[in-house]
């Protein structure tokens, strides 16, 4: 491994105000893929940002809704009590991504700003709704997370800023989501597909409002608009919910690769979204 230089800010104003000084420095959260990178060879790193000692990062807080600091573990994120109850889709992304070790070091953070198609919490964070809240050196600002992919490793992320926290809204009542994930093992596999629902119905259990959220079939994880168009004001059943596949399916932009054929993705890509907004509407009716 090539030597680097290491950088670690005790605040959030410290490590904005480093990363002015040394705009070539990358951040670093849990390191589970940046340094599986520079180890393998994939990635030359001249200065590693440690964003471990951020305090702001590590916060996370209620209120109207909840705001995740990017530096949360997967594990603490899986194991909340709140997250598992009102944004179920999250918690189910977090506790089944890589191994225990991989979930107690792996961030939310990092996991979004790594920007892989395939991330497990992107679909849910899209479906549920969430604002991305970036720092930066002229202060904060906050976009839709839909905004915030721009292609595989990319983000809108601009030199010198970071992912600061997440904010999810409050749940309305009657509301439920789900994450569904293929992979071709029972564990410790990247996704193939990965699906993501959230549903709200209204008083006479129509579908109030949907989102739905695919991930690893495009080269950011995608929002399926014409799913919410579909569904929303409709009576909830398999009829709809199988509409809603085939509308998923035109949507999804699939490539063939070692992992699985173009095909085979477009194809789960049907039978995730059933299963994905069968289980967030059995949340929602639970709920009610
Ligand atoms: C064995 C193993 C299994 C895995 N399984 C899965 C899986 O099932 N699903 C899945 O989605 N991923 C998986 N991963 C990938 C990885 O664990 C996740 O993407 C993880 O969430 C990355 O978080 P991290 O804190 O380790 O990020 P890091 O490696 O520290 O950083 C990732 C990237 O984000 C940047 N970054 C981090 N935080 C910030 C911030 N706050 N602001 C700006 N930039 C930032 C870094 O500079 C880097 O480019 C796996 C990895 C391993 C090693």
């Keep these: 491994m090539k030597r680097f230089g290491y950088l670690a800010p005790e605040s959030l104003a410290e490590a904005v105000a480093m990363l002015a000084a040394h705009p070539d420095a990358t951040p670093l959260a849990g390191g589970t893929n940046v340094l599986v990178q520079v180890k393998e060879g994939h990635r030359d790193v001249a200065t590693l940002l440690s964003l471990r000692r951020l305090p702001e990062l590590h916060q996370m807080t209620y209120g109207d809704g909840v705001r995740i600091g990017a530096g949360v573990t997967m594990a603490r994120i899986a194991a909340d009590a709140h997250i598992r109850a009102d944004y179920t889709a999250l918690a189910t992304a977090a506790?089944?991504?890589?191994?225990?070790?991989?979930?107690?070091?792996a961030t939310l953070g990092g996991n979004l700003c790594n920007a892989s198609p395939s991330a497990d919490t992107a679909p849910p964070l899209l479906a549920l709704d969430a604002i991305a809240v970036i720092a930066g050196p002229d202060g904060e600002r906050?976009?839709?997370?839909?905004?915030?992919?721009?292609?595989?490793?990319?983000?809108?992320?601009?030199?010198?800023?970071?992912?600061r926290e997440i904010v999810l809204?409050?749940?309305?009542?009657?509301?439920?989501?789900a994450y569904v994930r293929h992979i071709p093992r029972a564990a410790m596999d990247i996704s193939v597909v990965g699906v993501a629902a959230a549903l709200r119905l209204d008083e006479a259990g129509r579908i109030g409002a949907a989102r739905l959220a695919l991930g690893a079939v495009a080269p950011t994880p995608l929002l399926v608009p014409e799913v919410e168009i579909l569904l929303s004001g409709q009576e909830p059943g398999d009829a709809l919910f199988a509409a809603a596949a085939e509308k998923a399916q035109a949507t999804a932009q699939p490539l063939s690769d070692v992992r699985a054929s173009a095909e085979f993705r477009r194809h789960l890509v049907g039978v995730l979204t059933r299963r994905a907004?069968?289980?967030?509407?059995?949340?929602?009716?639970?709920r009610g």
């Excluded at 506790?95 to 991989?102: D, F, H, I, K, P």
């Excluded at 839709?144 to 010198?160: D, H, Y």
């Design 142 to 163: 906050e976009i839709p997370l839909a905004g915030f992919f721009l292609g595989p490793g990319r983000t809108a992320l601009a030199s010198g800023e970071l992912l």
């Design 95 to 105: 506790a089944l991504l890589g191994s225990v070790q991989t979930r107690n070091m």
């Design 277 to 286: 907004l069968r289980a967030a509407l059995a949340q929602a009716n639970g």
């Design 169 to 177: 809204p409050a749940p309305e009542p009657r509301t439920g989501s």
